[in-house]
């Protein structure tokens, strides 16, 4: 008999689900604990136990989002056309939304199931009969409708889309999302150098013209007492670059860094850029085992520019997978050209969402999943012999 459990802070979850043999920090309760003390403050998280019998096989995540026009569109614009379809985006998006997944992470970090133990369709119908439950909770404790739905982040080989039947009997329908920038670490690169001698001339001469442009910069690991000492400074940098994103849906708590450092220790790397002793730039690390997951950055703007910070943290960023024997560096998406410039791929990803409402069809949703993930023409560089 299939049953499940809802966990409503990290306290509750039992100890068998870090047993589970799923190889993903973000699904560990030490993650789950920083994000539930820093969490965005429209972001809260439910974690729930599927159960064969007594027996824990799978677990999930589900986010309420709750979005506004203010957190959805950081940057105003004075253009009246684009107020309008501001305005009218707002109006299908804004309100509460269930997500299976982590929606401040790029890539599914939402599921696990033991597919021995318990079938796709079966899992997902129990996450399925979950999502009802919330639904009714949230509109009982907050008086607010969950209006959209989404399972986040799908690679092509995942076997969730082997789940049609599923994903069409709950009216969720499939919408291909920017990629997701992976650089894979060749076998023949055992040193940075490796890899830098594999550039071809031009981005080889690129390359040394960001170094040198880098050279008045120091970078340094900082430790948790920076971050706690330095909060500040950090999360203003840090809104230097989100504040720039065309569409966002949170905001980082002040406290998020600190509290990644504290539960995942060694794990969780933060780099800072110094001018001199002034902090003026910084880019994070997640350890998920033989996978490197870029994280949060930030940097002074004018600063950036003038010493190609951007492309020297990916460079570095770079190097740190290369010299820890990582299989793969999680570049993320954005910034996808820039990405490629030093040897990451796009790899297409999906996710599958619906609109509670029955009179908003299926493909005024897609509109606006265009409008706000917009799948950019961009071109793919190619920087190798």
């Not at 068998?16 to 799923?22: A, F, G, H, R, T």
């Not at 133990?117 to 129990?126: A, E, M, R, S, V």
């Not at 919330?134 to 789940?163: A, G």
């Not at 599958?352 to 999943?369: F, G, P, Q, S």
């Amino acid at each position: 008999m299939i049953t499940y459990k809802i966990y409503r802070n990290v306290s509750e979850i039992p100890s068998e689900w870090d047993d589970l043999p799923v190889r993903d920090l973000f699904l560990k309760t030490p993650f789950l604990k920083a994000l539930e003390v820093s969490s965005p403050n429209n972001i809260n998280s439910y974690f729930i136990g599927v159960f064969e019998s007594e027996t824990l096989v799978g677990i999930t995540i589900i986010q309420r989002v709750q979005m506004y026009l203010d957190d959805v569109f950081r940057r105003t614009s004075n253009n009246y056309l684009k107020q309008i379809g501001k305005q009218l985006v707002s109006k299908f998006v804004r309100g509460n939304a269930l997500v299976v997944g982590n929606l401040m992470h790029t890539g599914q970090h939402g599921i696990y199931f033991n597919s021995e133990k318990i079938p796709q369709d079966d899992f997902l119908g129990t996450i399925q009969k979950v999502i009802t439950d919330l639904t009714i909770e949230i509109k009982q404790t907050f008086n607010k409708n969950i209006r959209i739905i989404v399972f986040k982040d799908y690679f092509e080989t995942d076997t969730i889309h082997q789940s049609t039947s599923f994903f069409e009997k709950q009216n969720l329908y499939k919408v291909q999302v920017q990629p997701n920038m992976l650089f894979n670490i060749l076998d023949t690169w055992k040193t940075p150098n490796n890899f830098v001698s594999d550039f071809n001339k031009k981005y080889r001469r690129r390359y040394k013209t960001a170094r040198k442009k880098s050279t008045d910069l120091t970078c340094k690991a900082l430790d948790e007492y920076y971050l706690e000492k330095h909060s500040d400074k950090l999360y203003e940098l840090y809104e230097n670059v989100s504040d720039n994103a065309r569409v966002n849906s949170f905001k980082l708590a002040k406290n998020h860094f600190l509290s990644l450092k504290q539960q995942l220790k060694d794990n969780f790397k933060v780099y800072g850029y110094f001018l001199e002793d002034e902090l003026v730039g910084f880019y994070s690390l997640i350890l998920n085992y033989d996978i490197l997951e870029t994280y949060f950055l930030g940097y002074n703007n004018v600063l950036q520019q003038k010493h190609q910070m951007y492309l020297n943290m990916l460079f570095n960023m770079a190097f740190f997978g290369i010299e820890n024997n990582f299989k793969t560096i999680v570049y993320a998406r954005t910034a996808m050209e820039i990405k490629s410039s030093i040897g990451a791929k796009p790899n297409t990803m999906y996710v599958y969402l619906k609109h509670t409402n029955n009179l908003i069809a299926n493909t005024v949703m897609k509109c606006v999943v265009k409008y706000m993930n917009p799948m950019r023409k961009w071109e793919e560089r190619h920087p190798f012999k």
